[in-house]
């Protein structure tokens, strides 16, 4: 089964520093990979994606991933932190072992802190 | 263009009852995903349903049911609430059902239960 593993539940920066969560996957095929945002209590918002194409994805907020398939990996960074960037981040795999559809498999998130 | 809706925010129930959340999709979106959210478990895939059929189906008891209508909104119920079914509960809204397609999340509803 695809799934995805994100290191550190935790990451603490200051602001300006870079950001970067690291998220792994593991896929016999190609997978489509996300990275989502949760601020409290709410709902998810989707920072970017990846599908096919081009391996290093932008997205909002400043924020991009890349995806390296020899490493098996789709970290997300930032150049430069804001207050406003701290928040849960989540990774997801969709694709045909997941179950197909519209079927998200997340990571177990991490909370990036930002710090004066 | 309004977002995906859920109703109500938040819920509280006693053990034993049963219960009724509600997802508004975007309009046009005729796919409803639902994924169950507590810290201990993370974000768990529920169902998804698609053109009022469901399409596929997380590894839930059958306590955990749902339904898509003709306008595309969706309920998801669970019956004999346990403790443990304290959670916040997202909806995904989708164009289509595909592994391609962008999924656009509600707020939730966060369900407790005493």
């Known amino acids: 089964a695809q799934s995805v593993t994100q290191l550190g539940s935790h990451v603490s920066v200051s602001e300006g520093a870079l950001v970067l969560l690291r998220c792994n996957y593991s896929?016999?095929?190609?997978?489509?990979l996300f990275w989502y945002v949760q601020y409290p209590n709410q709902g998810l918002q989707l920072l970017l994606k990846?599908?096919?194409?081009?391996?290093l994805v932008k997205g909002i907020n400043g924020f991009e991933a890349e995806f390296k398939k020899s490493e098996t990996s789709f970290h997300l960074t930032k150049p430069s932190a804001h207050m406003s960037d701290a928040a849960e981040y989540f990774c997801?795999?969709?694709?045909?072992?997941?179950?197909?559809?519209?079927?998200?498999?997340f990571g177990t998130g991490t909370q990036l802190k930002v710090e004066l | 263009k309004a977002g995906v809706t859920q109703t109500p925010r938040y819920l509280i129930k006693t053990r034993g009852q049963q219960v009724t959340l509600s997802c508004s999709p975007i309009s046009g979106h005729r796919s409803v995903s639902w994924y169950q959210q507590t810290p201990g478990q993370g974000l768990q895939f529920l169902f998804e349903?698609?053109?009022?059929?469901?399409?596929n189906k997380g590894n839930f008891p059958g306590r955990f049911s749902g339904r898509q209508f003709s306008n595309s909104r969706s309920e998801m119920n669970v019956s004999t609430l346990e403790l443990g079914d304290s959670a916040l509960y997202l909806c995904a809204s989708s164009f289509s059902s595909g592994t391609n397609t962008e999924a656009f999340f509600g707020q939730g509803t966060r369900l407790t239960v005493v």
């Open positions: 349903y698609f053109s009022e059929t469901q399409r």
């Open positions: 990846y599908t096919t194409g081009a391996t």
């Open positions: 896929s016999s095929v190609p997978p489509y």
């Open positions: 997801a795999v969709r694709g045909i072992l997941t179950g197909g559809g519209n079927k998200l498999t």
